[in-house]
């Protein structure tokens, strides 16, 4: 039986890949686009003892359509989600490409915010 391709250690469920995208660093249109493509694929465990992963069969109308986004929205994000390796795409010429999703990089030229310490400011009291 032929290894179907799968780009991510197998151990990462949907669940864990979407904390793991919630968590990056990543402009929202690429994390928008991250979870579209996580939600799509398939991570279920088969009943024989193979695991049965497939990615996201989607054409650019299809991912338009369903994320309720633009055609210029959709080609950004995947060009920037490629670029920093969140998604991995096998071309199917005449049909839907086969996308599937990758543990990337941080985009670099996100500017990072200093973590809040804590929710509570101490030089507000309350009225009696």
Same mark, same amino acid.
């Given at each position: 039986?032929?290894?179907?391709?799968?780009?991510?250690?197998?151990?990462?469920?949907?669940?864990?890949?979407?904390?793991? +995208?919630?968590?990056?660093?990543?402009?929202?249109? +690429?994390?928008?686009?991250?979870?579209?493509?996580?939600?799509? &694929?398939?991570?279920?465990?088969?009943?024989?003892?193979?695991?049965?992963?497939?990615?996201?069969? &989607?054409?650019?109308?299809?991912?338009?359509?369903?994320?309720?986004?633009?055609?210029?929205?959709?080609?950004?994000?995947?060009?920037?989600?490629?670029?920093?390796?969140?998604?991995?795409?096998?071309?199917?010429?005449?049909?839907?490409?086969?996308?599937?999703?990758?543990?990337?990089?941080?985009?670099?030229?996100?500017?990072?915010? +200093?973590?809040?310490?804590?929710?509570?400011?101490?030089?507000?009291?309350?009225?009696?």
């Amino acid at each position: 039986m032929q290894q179907k391709p799968w780009f991510i250690d197998k151990s990462i469920q949907q669940a864990q890949y979407m904390n793991i +995208v919630n968590a990056a660093w990543l402009p929202s249109q +690429v994390k928008d686009l991250c979870r579209y493509v996580a939600s799509k &694929a398939t991570w279920n465990h088969s009943k024989t003892k193979d695991k049965s992963y497939t990615g996201c069969y &989607a054409t650019h109308d299809t991912i338009e359509i369903e994320m309720n986004r633009s055609r210029d929205f959709v080609r950004k994000a995947k060009k920037k989600a490629l670029e920093l390796g969140w998604i991995q795409v096998l071309e199917r010429p005449g049909t839907s490409d086969l996308i599937f999703p990758v543990i990337g990089e941080d985009d670099p030229s996100i500017t990072r915010r +200093v973590k809040r310490d804590k929710w509570i400011r101490d030089d507000i009291q309350p009225i009696e």
